[in-house]
């Protein structure tokens, strides 16, 4: 299975932006899904955006229009660009393989704060 490495976390005022990085390496052959997730205190981990080997996204209703999935093939790398932010956007955010994920492994993925 693929290793993968979240940056680009940070604080940051409401209505700015962030943009993280999820590097990917290891066995990255045939990685149909990669997806961001978020978990904040108190709260289940939730899917955020997730993109397939074919580029169709999905993104939950609380951020759609604010964030964008996105990946570059040649950095080995998938990018979430969320802008507007808010207070509530703020979380752990994760990146992950459906592999990964079905095998119960997580990175140390990478704080976001939206506060004033």
């Known amino acids: 299975q693929a290793q993968v490495v979240e940056s680009g976390g940070g604080l940051v005022q409401p209505g700015g932006s962030l943009r993280l990085s999820c590097a990917v390496s290891?066995?990255?052959?045939?990685?149909?899904?990669m997806g961001w997730y978020r978990q904040a205190p108190g709260k289940q981990r939730e899917l955020v955006a997730r993109i397939t080997s074919g580029g169709h996204t999905i993104y939950a209703d609380s951020v759609k229009g604010r964030f964008t999935i996105s990946g570059d093939n040649a950095k080995n790398t998938v990018y979430l660009q969320m802008n507007s932010l808010k207070p509530e956007d703020t979380a752990v955010y994760y990146c992950?393989?459906?592999?990964?994920?079905?095998?119960?492994?997580w990175g140390q993925g990478t704080q976001v704060t939206v506060s004033s």
């Open positions: 290891g066995s990255i052959f045939r990685i149909y899904v």
């Open positions: 992950n393989t459906d592999l990964r994920i079905s095998r119960g492994s």
